[in-house]
C-alpha cells in the first residue's frame, strides 16, 4: 500500500519552502508535495499546520524564498523536509528609501463594476453611513465615566422610544489633559477625536460633553467650520455641548439627567432618518488583520484583495493601513502608486514611522507576536507579504497621514498610515472615514468596533468551525480546495453590500467591541 500525499502550500515556483496544511501538522516521516508534478519529499521532523517545510536542501547562508521573497538567510544547513522555523532564519535588513520604483507599474485600464447598490443613510455633509448611531464625543478621560453611566441611561430609557436609531456609542479616550496639547505631533490624537465624531454612521449629529477646564476645549477639538452646523446654530457657538462643571450642575444626577436630556433632539432627528438606495460607491471599507498566521497570505487576505479590487472597480473606496506590515512590501507600494507624488507620500509617511520607532529604541520585528510565531509566520518579513495581499492589485491612488479624514473625492486605494496594532488601527480608520470593516484573523479574535460594522475573515476551516458564531466567512474553504480566491471575493463583495444595508455582523450581534485608542506621539505631561 503507498503511503498517502500530503499537500503543501508553495506561494511562487520559485520558493524554496512550503506550508503545512492538514489539521494538527504533520509528523516525522510523512510525504509530502507541493503540486502534482513536484518531487515528494519526506518529512525529517514534525512540522505544525502553517508552518514551513524545506523542499529541497538549503545551506548556510542561503537565502529561504516565500511569496518569491527573501524572508531570511539560513543561519545553518536545513535538509529537505525539515521544519523551517523562525530560529533558524536570520531576518533581512529592511529595504532604505533609496532608488525606489516610484510610480512605475503600468496603469492598466480596468472595466468598472456599474448596478451594485446599498442601503445606507444619507447624511447632509454628503457621506454615507451604513448605521444610524448617536455618538457622545468626550474633550477628556475625566468625563468618560459620567458619559458612561449616561449612555447607559440614554440605552435604556430613551433608545427604544426610536426605533429607527440603531446604537448610541460613547466616544471615550484617555487623551485631552496632562498631555503637551501644543508639540507638534499633538495634531495626530486632536484631529483623530475631531474625525471619529465625524464619521458617516453618527449621521452629523455632533453632541459633545466637556469638563471645563481640559485643555483640549471644544473649540479646540470641533473649531467653527469643521463640522456640520444645524440650522438653529450660530458659526461661532461651536458643537452642542453639555459641560460638567457649569455652575447651573448641582450633584450628579443633574449632570447625568443634562446629558440624558441633551441627547433628544439628537435622536429625534436620527430617528427620522430611513435607508434609501446608494451606489456601492458610497462604501468607505477599510481591512485590517489580527492575530495573523501563515494562511492570512494565502486564504483570507488574497480573498480581501480580490474583493478590494471590485470595490475600487465600483467606485468604492478602500483603506489599507498598518505601517511595519507593508514596510517589508515598500518596493511594491511605490511601484504601484498611481503617480510620483502618492509614491512620494508613502515614503514620508513610511520613513516618519521608522524615526517613531527609532526614538523608543524599537524596530519593525517588534511586531511579530508569539501568536504570529505559533502560527507560522517566522518574522515580519514573511508577515508582511501576506498582510500587504489585502490591498488588492489596483494602484495606490492616495496616501492619509494618523487621523487624518478622507476627501469627498479620495475615492479609490488609499493608503491610510497607522500603526498596525488592531485597536489603534481601526480608531484611525473610523477617523479616515470608515462605514464598514473587513479583519482577518488565524489565530482568532472576537475584535469588533461600536460604531462600525466589522466582517471577520477566518484563514482556517478548523478556526470557523469552532468559532463558528463569531468568524462571518470562512476563507479557510481555498485551501480546502472548496472555492477559489475568485469565488471567496465575490462573496465577501455581496456580504459587505448586505451589512452595509443592516445586515448585523456576529459581533453586532453579541455587541461585542473593543476600546477606540488614539495614537498620541507627543509627550505626556
Not at 460594522?453 to 478548523?462: E, H, Q, Y
Request: aromatic share 6%.
Amino acid at each position: 500500500m503507498l503511503a498517502p500525499l500530503f499537500p503543501v502550500i508553495a506561494m511562487h515556483e520559485a520558493d524554496n519552502v512550503a506550508i503545512v496544511v492538514t489539521d494538527g501538522g504533520l509528523k516525522s516521516g510523512d510525504i509530502v508535495h507541493k503540486n502534482a508534478l513536484a518531487e515528494p519529499v519526506t518529512l525529517v521532523n514534525a512540522v505544525p499546520q502553517g508552518h514551513k517545510v524545506a523542499l529541497v536542501d538549503i545551506s548556510a547562508g542561503q537565502i529561504v524564498l516565500r511569496y518569491n521573497v527573501s524572508i531570511g538567510v539560513a543561519k545553518e544547513n536545513i535538509a529537505a523536509g525539515s521544519w523551517v522555523h523562525e530560529r533558524l532564519l536570520a531576518m533581512p535588513a529592511a529595504r532604505n528609501f533609496e532608488n525606489l520604483p516610484m510610480a512605475t507599474a503600468k496603469k492598466e485600464p480596468f472595466k468598472k463594476l456599474e448596478g451594485f447598490t446599498f442601503q445606507g443613510y444619507r447624511n447632509s455633509d454628503g457621506s454615507v453611513g451604513t448605521r444610524n448611531i448617536l455618538a457622545v464625543t468626550t474633550t477628556v478621560q475625566c468625563v468618560a465615566g459620567v458619559v458612561e453611566l449616561a449612555v447607559q441611561k440614554i440605552k435604556e430609557e430613551l433608545l427604544p422610544l426610536y426605533p429607527h436609531v440603531d446604537d448610541v456609542v460613547g466616544i471615550e479616550h484617555t487623551y485631552g489633559c496632562g498631555v503637551a496639547i501644543d508639540a507638534p505631533d499633538a495634531i495626530i490624537p486632536i484631529r483623530t477625536l475631531r474625525n471619529i465624531s465625524l464619521n458617516p454612521n453618527f449621521g452629523n449629529e455632533v453632541f459633545v460633553v466637556s469638563l471645563g477646564c481640559e485643555k483640549l476645549p471644544p473649540l479646540r477639538l470641533l473649531p467653527p467650520g469643521s463640522f456640520p452646523l444645524l440650522s438653529t446654530q450660530n458659526e461661532s457657538e461651536g458643537p452642542h455641548t453639555v459641560c460638567l462643571q457649569d455652575a447651573h450642575h448641582v450633584g450628579f444626577m443633574s449632570m447625568l439627567e443634562n446629558i440624558v436630556q441633551s441627547a433628544k433632539p439628537h435622536l429625534e432627528r436620527l430617528n427620522a432618518r430611513r435607508r434609501e438606495t446608494v451606489p456601492a460607491s458610497e462604501l468607505v471599507v477599510g481591512v485590517q488583520c489580527g492575530g495573523s498566521d501563515a494562511f492570512s497570505g494565502v486564504t483570507a487576505n488574497p480573498i480581501v484583495g480580490f474583493a478590494s479590487d471590485l470595490l475600487v472597480r465600483s467606485g468604492a473606496t478602500v483603506m489599507f493601513s498598518e505601517n511595519t506590515e507593508v514596510r517589508d512590501a515598500i518596493e511594491q507600494l511605490t511601484h504601484r502608486a498611481q503617480s510620483i507624488d502618492v509614491a512620494n507620500s508613502i515614503v514620508r509617511e513610511l520613513s516618519w514611522y521608522d524615526q517613531y520607532l527609532e526614538r523608543g529604541h524599537a524596530d519593525r520585528s517588534a511586531n511579530t507576536t508569539p501568536g504570529n510565531k505559533a502560527g507560522g509566520l517566522s518574522n515580519i518579513v514573511e508577515k508582511a507579504m501576506g498582510s500587504i495581499v489585502k490591498s488588492g492589485s489596483l494602484p495606490i491612488q492616495h496616501v492619509l497621514s494618523p487621523g487624518e479624514k478622507l476627501k469627498s473625492n479620495q475615492k479609490g486605494l488609499v493608503f491610510a498610515a497607522t500603526p498596525a496594532s488592531d485597536f489603534i488601527c481601526g480608531t484611525l480608520q473610523l477617523a479616515a472615514g470608515m462605514n464598514v470593516h473587513v479583519f482577518t484573523t488565524g489565530r482568532g479574535t472576537p475584535y469588533g468596533l461600536q460604531a462600525c460594522p466589522v466582517v471577520k475573515l477566518a484563514t482556517r476551516t478548523d478556526l470557523a468551525k469552532r468559532w463558528h458564531d463569531l468568524m462571518d466567512l470562512n476563507a479557510g474553504r481555498v485551501a480546502d480546495g472548496d472555492i477559489t480566491i475568485e469565488e471567496g471575493g465575490w462573496e465577501l463583495f455581496k456580504l459587505l453590500l448586505n451589512v452595509a444595508s443592516g445586515q448585523k455582523t456576529w459581533a453586532e450581534h453579541w455587541k461585542l467591541h473593543n476600546a477606540m485608542v488614539l495614537f498620541n506621539p507627543a509627550p505626556i505631561t
